[in-house]
């Protein structure tokens, strides 16, 4: 069963930055895909980031494009979000999320919840304005 364990969230003034960190266990993480979500209240969680295996195919939704980053460290079985240049509106709840679909798999521009099977438990970035 694969664990995900996130940190780094905290509270930030409005154009600050935060690293968040995605610990992943009990599974072959060098083969996921791994993605970042967030969900604020009353809202649905949303596509933030992702990236393939290797790291060479990244994909951000057009509302972090520019200020964040992912990566991913396969020896350290951790991703990464960097997130730069924080916006009040980036206050939520970020998950980190995998799915074992393999070296071949192909990256949706903006995927879906559904297309992950393994879940964080979530950690809370606040942005003060």
């Known amino acids: 069963q694969v664990q995900l364990v996130e940190s780094g969230g905290g509270l930030v003034q409005a154009g600050g930055s935060l690293r968040l960190s995605c610990e992943a266990s009990?599974?072959?993480?060098?083969?996921?895909?791994m993605g970042w979500f967030r969900q604020a209240p009353g809202k649905d969680r949303e596509f933030v980031a992702h990236?393939?295996?290797?790291?060479?195919?990244?994909y951000y939704s057009d509302s972090v494009k520019g200020r964040f980053a992912i990566s991913r460290d396969n020896a350290k079985n951790t991703v990464f979000l960097q997130m730069n240049n924080l916006k009040p509106e980036d206050t939520s709840i970020y998950y980190c999320?995998?799915?074992?679909?393999?070296?071949?798999?192909?990256?949706?521009?903006?995927?879906?919840?559904?297309?992950?099977?393994?879940w964080g438990q979530g950690t809370q970035v606040t942005v003060s304005s």
């Open positions: 999320a995998a799915r074992s679909a393999g070296f071949r798999d192909v990256l949706r521009p903006n995927p879906r919840p559904s297309d992950y099977g393994y």
């Open positions: 009990g599974g072959a993480f060098s083969s996921y895909t």
């Open positions: 990236l393939n295996w290797s790291g060479g195919s990244t």
